[in-house]
């Protein structure tokens, strides 16, 4: 599903190179969800951008679902990314002057569905907010504003998903409700999961574990739940 091929990120820190990510191989089967662990500044967010086709490597392959990305055009990224990946941010990046329905929505309309409405409306239900549809985001706590931000993610059901650190900004009650959706996820419609956490109770649920540290990875089996 996901595979990284000697994958590194170096960028210009004033005039002398940084090594965000050293050269990474990293695969990912479908249907797994993956917890990526790290101190900050470690690389976890380079790596999930990457994935993405948001940023591009300065070495390696990524392939994501069977199509190699690192030497696609925008154009083509940005059709893959709408087909294929959905993104959960740490802070949500709702758009405050649409509803939650309408922010379900925009995704579904720039891809043509002839079904959008219904179909965010579904989305709405599964995430169990329909009833704040019709609210604005300044009007939703920060944990519906995740759920709808989740939603949205889901709108044109791609295999996999990216999430950034999803209940950094929640309490504890509401960061468990959205961990225990994107579990649901996971497992009812087996979407791929990579998700950037500190939460020890996420990743002991993990399939599997994969830690950074200075930009170098390594992976190990989730500990049973």
Known sequence: MIELRGVSKTVLSGS?????????DLTVASGQFVSIVGPSGSGKSTLLGLIAGLDTPSSGEIVVDGVEITGLEEDALARLRGEKIGFVFQFFHLIPS???LENVLVP???????RAAGKAAALLRDVDLTDRGHHYPSQLSGGEQQRIAIARALANA???????EPTGNLDSANGRHVVDLLMDIN???????????HDAEITARSDAV??????RTSAAAAQPV
Not at 16 to 24: D, K, R, S, V
Not at 158 to 164: K, N, Q, S, T
């Open 108 to 114: 579904l309309e720039i891809a043509g569905e002839p």
């Open 16 to 24: 002398q190179p940084l090594t965000i990510l050293h050269p990474t």
């Open 98 to 100: 649409l509803t939650a």
């Open 187 to 197: 497992r009812s419609r087996e979407t791929t999961i990579l998700m950037v956490t």
């Open 158 to 164: 791609p295999p996999i998903l990216l999430a950034d």
């Open 210 to 215: 994969l830690t950074m540290r200075d930009g």
